[in-house]
């Protein structure tokens, strides 16, 4: 693992980057400020210009995932449309296209132990994260009669649940390999389970 090195006034970004090589390689337990600084290419003192400590820069690194995640999430809500069905399922599959092509950024959102309320900037950007979803559910169960309709935000962490569920136990890092079904399907049909269990989809015999 050699140094990554950094533009001259960037060396925030540049830490930031070095340590999301570290967690996605050894966790987010598994490296010091010493270590991402020396695999920044600058000297021990140098993090602290602009972190406090570890969990600072985790926290930023995890803020950022939390950005890249949502203009995923959106973009996938966006082309789902107009159907409120095609959307919702959409964003399920940029959770998982998430989890694999960030790994670093997804443990140090999901699996450092950080508060989501470690900084006002990273609460915002998980605020922003979740409305995507909690929108893809409103428009999905609009026309169910009130009594019979899930708070929008409950709706959505169900959905969350489930695919964070599928994303540890099937896609991310080595354990993808022990199913013998896709992610993305077990994800399709678990979130198919639950749609038909609030009336939202016809019964498999009478689609």
Do not use: C
């Amino acid at each position: 693992m050699g140094k990554q090195g950094y533009h001259h006034g960037n060396l925030r970004q540049a830490l930031v980057e070095a340590v999301l090589t570290l967690i996605a390689e050894r966790g987010p337990q598994g490296f010091t400020m010493a270590e991402a600084a020396k695999l920044a290419g600058v000297s021990p003192a140098a993090p602290y210009r602009h972190f406090s400590g570890r969990e600072a820069l985790i926290a930023e690194a995890a803020r950022q995932g939390y950005e890249i995640f949502a203009t995923r999430m959106e973009a996938a809500f966006d082309q789902g449309r107009p159907s409120p069905l095609a959307a919702f399922q959409a964003t399920g599959r940029a959770y998982l296209g998430f989890a694999r092509s960030n790994p670093g950024h997804y443990v140090a959102m999901f699996e450092s132990g950080l508060s989501v309320t470690a900084s006002p900037e990273l609460a915002d950007a998980v605020v922003r994260a979740q409305a995507v979803l909690t929108r893809a559910a409103g428009m999905l169960s609009a026309h169910l009669p009130p009594g019979r309709r899930p708070p929008a935000a409950m709706f959505a962490a169900h959905v969350w649940a489930m695919s964070h569920g599928v994303v540890e136990l099937f896609t991310h890092g080595a354990s993808g390999a022990h199913t013998p079904f896709p992610p993305e399907k077990l994800l399709e049909t678990g979130i198919g389970i639950y749609l038909r269990g609030l009336g939202l989809l016809p019964p498999d015999d009478a689609a």
